[in-house]
């Protein structure tokens, strides 16, 4: 519909082509005032008539739709407003003008009600008011047709919404020392989900697991296969499976979902035992976690061994890395749209280094976090963001797990607040 009102020149204009005009009157006579009536106005129209409703039907199928339909009420096989109903049901982006020789204004008033943009009583037509009539006839149904397409529009982006939010996950985590916490920013423009995918369960003895992952790609395909993948490994995490066979498991799913064969998916695995001091971390081609030590120090995990993202290498495992926690550390899994944002003052990419240091300084200048992470997440977002100078372009996604520790959630001491340049080589 919007295509159509896009294609449609506008018959106000002195270069406008001619107005195309479907006639449907059975009487010769008024029909040969009408066509006379046009040429006095000296509107430039492409005139076809039709004597019934049923012709003018079958041309209205067929043919081009006109810009304006004149409908006398009258007609041999309809009348009144059944010929109005008739001929609106297939032309539905005409601009429709009834005629009437009745003088009583509310029967054309009931034929507008019923979806006419105007009226005209035969016997007071004159040139200038059948010119005004139908120009204004076609402006009217343009603004309709416009508005009806922006309400279209709306509604469906609103379902788009809704549809989004739901596929968002509630994070399963109950633990009484840890607290976890998400947020994603899709790269679509206005959209709430992408290929950026996150997830989080507790199992019964107490260990929480986490995964954050990113397909490749960006658009609504992807997102179906990030959904397809985080549901996967939520029901395997619930069942118990290990994490060999959990990879084996969403690589088969990748590769039997996605749309595109050269579709791949990066990913990080992590299983907290808070009760241990351990983590446990898997990582499929995607960029090692992050630890926030309870100063307020952020550093990426080292000695990672990445196994090549899934749907690249069939069947390859990921080496798993023990991780030692101290009081007070939280774990940040993160998308690479963070750090593939701009470093402040330059052209070149944030990096993981960049990204450790804008999570320290905000580490350190907030208080409580670790009882509520998503302070520090949407803290380290808007100072990426603001470094990017704007909104990321890719889909960018962060996952916070904090161990909850007084003396972890006292501000530390001031310092100096890290550059968010790229450091040096």
């Given amino acids: 519909m919007a295509a159509d009102l896009e294609m449609t020149p506008d018959p106000g204009t002195d270069d406008a082509r001619p107005i195309r005009l479907l006639l449907v009157e059975d009487d010769d006579g008024d029909a040969f005032l009408v066509t006379e009536?046009?040429?006095?106005?000296?509107?430039?129209?492409?005139?076809?008539?039709?004597?019934?409703?049923?012709?003018?039907?079958?041309?209205?199928?067929?043919?081009?739709?006109?810009?304006?339909?004149?409908?006398?009420?009258?007609?041999?096989?309809?009348?009144?407003?059944?010929?109005?109903?008739?001929?609106?049901?297939?032309a539905q982006t005409s601009a429709l003008v009834v005629l009437t020789g009745d003088v009583d204004r509310s029967r054309g008033l009931a034929a507008v009600a019923a979806g006419a943009q105007d009226y005209l009583v035969k016997s007071q037509v004159d040139e200038d008011r059948l010119d005004r009539s139908i120009r204004y006839a076609v402006q009217r149904s343009h603004a309709e047709l416009a508005a009806r397409s922006l309400r279209d529009a709306a509604r469906a982006a609103e379902e788009n919404r809704r549809?989004?939010?739901?596929?968002?996950?509630?994070?399963?985590?109950?633990?009484?020392?840890?607290?976890?916490?998400?947020?994603?920013?899709?790269?679509?423009?206005?959209?709430?989900?992408?290929g950026d995918f996150y997830d989080a369960v507790q199992s019964a003895d107490g260990v929480v697991h986490a995964l954050l992952g990113d397909v490749s790609g960006h658009g609504p395909d992807e997102a179906a296969l990030g959904v397809c993948l985080r549901i996967a490994w939520r029901t395997l995490q619930l069942a118990g499976a290990g994490?060999?066979?959990?990879?084996?498991?969403?690589?088969?799913?990748?590769?039997?979902?996605?749309?595109?064969?050269d579709a791949f998916a990066t990913l990080c695995m992590i299983a907290?035992?808070?009760?241990?001091?351990?983590?446990?971390?898997?990582l499929a081609g995607h960029p090692a976690p992050i630890i926030v030590d309870g100063t307020g120090t952020a550093r990426v995990v080292g000695g990672m061994e990445r196994r090549p993202p899934l749907g690249v290498a069939w069947g390859a495992r990921a080496p798993a890395v023990d991780v030692t926690l101290a009081a007070g550390d939280a774990v940040v899994l993160y998308s690479d749209g963070l750090t593939e944002g701009r470093a402040a003052g330059g052209r070149e990419r944030l990096g993981?280094?960049?990204?450790?240091?804008?999570?320290s300084e905000q580490a350190r200048a907030l208080d409580g976090w670790r009882?509520?992470?998503?302070?520090?997440?949407?803290?380290?977002?808007?100072?990426?963001?603001?470094?990017?100078?704007?909104?990321?372009?890719?889909?960018?996604?962060?996952?916070?797990?904090?161990?909850?520790?007084?003396?972890?959630?006292?501000?530390?001491?001031?310092s100096p607040p890290p550059s968010l340049a790229v450091p040096p080589a």
Wanted: aromatic share 0%; charged share 25%; hydrophobic share 45%.
């Fill in 352 to 359: 993981d280094d960049a990204l450790c240091a804008v999570a």
């Fill in 272 to 282: 907290l035992d808070e009760a241990r001091g351990s983590l446990d971390v898997r």
């Fill in 163 to 194: 549809l989004e939010r739901g596929l968002l996950p509630v994070l399963l985590v109950d633990h009484p020392r840890l607290a976890v916490g998400a947020r994603y920013l899709p790269g679509r423009r206005r959209a709430l989900l992408g």
């Fill in 37 to 90: 009536l046009l040429d006095e106005a000296g509107i430039a129209t492409d005139v076809t008539r039709a004597r019934t409703v049923a012709e003018a039907r079958a041309l209205l199928t067929d043919g081009p739709a006109p810009d304006c339909v004149l409908l006398d009420l009258g007609l041999p096989d309809a009348s009144g407003l059944d010929a109005l109903t008739q001929v609106r049901e297939v």
């Fill in 243 to 261: 994490p060999d066979d959990t990879l084996a498991v969403l690589e088969e799913v990748l590769i039997h979902e996605r749309h595109d064969e």
């Fill in 371 to 414: 009882g509520h992470p998503t302070l520090l997440i949407d803290a380290t977002i808007a100072a990426v963001q603001e470094a990017n100078g704007g909104p990321l372009a890719d889909d960018a996604a962060m996952l916070v797990l904090a161990q909850r520790s007084p003396a972890g959630d006292a501000p530390a001491a001031a």
